[in-house]
């Protein structure tokens, strides 16, 4: 099995950054693509950015290049670097990834818990 634990979320005013985290386990045999989503209540999950191992980025539209979204390969570990937050970037944040958690693991994918982010003055 595999784990992605979130942080780095919170409460920021329009125009603030924060930066998202999720680390996967450490023990993990192989990672492909990590990227992070984002949800309001009542409404389906949506892409905000994703990162392939390669490094090849790819990201929503609404996202205007205020945010960049990186990965440590040795930590198993993506960021999120958010800028110039609107309050309609108010979400909850959840961390994906496609693992293969053992070296006889199929790959699939897995989701962090979710991180609350909130942009209001």
């Known amino acids: 099995q595999a784990q992605l634990v979130e942080s780095g979320g919170g409460l920021v005013q329009p125009g603030g950054s924060l930066r998202l985290s999720c680390a996967a386990s450490?023990?993990?045999?192989?990672?492909?693509?990590m990227g992070w989503y984002r949800q309001a209540p009542g409404k389906q999950r949506e892409l905000v950015a994703v990162?392939?191992?390669?490094?090849?980025?790819n990201y929503a539209d609404f996202v205007e290049g205020r945010f960049t979204i990186s990965r440590d390969y040795a930590k198993n570990t993506v960021y999120l670097q958010m800028n110039s937050l609107k309050p309609e970037d108010t979400d909850v944040y959840y961390c994906n990834a496609e693992v293969r958690p053992t070296e006889w693991s199929t790959w699939r994918d897995y989701w962090g818990q979710g991180t609350q982010v909130t942009i209001s003055s």
């Open positions: 450490r023990s993990i045999f192989s990672i492909n693509t």
């Open positions: 990162i392939s191992r390669g490094g090849s980025t």
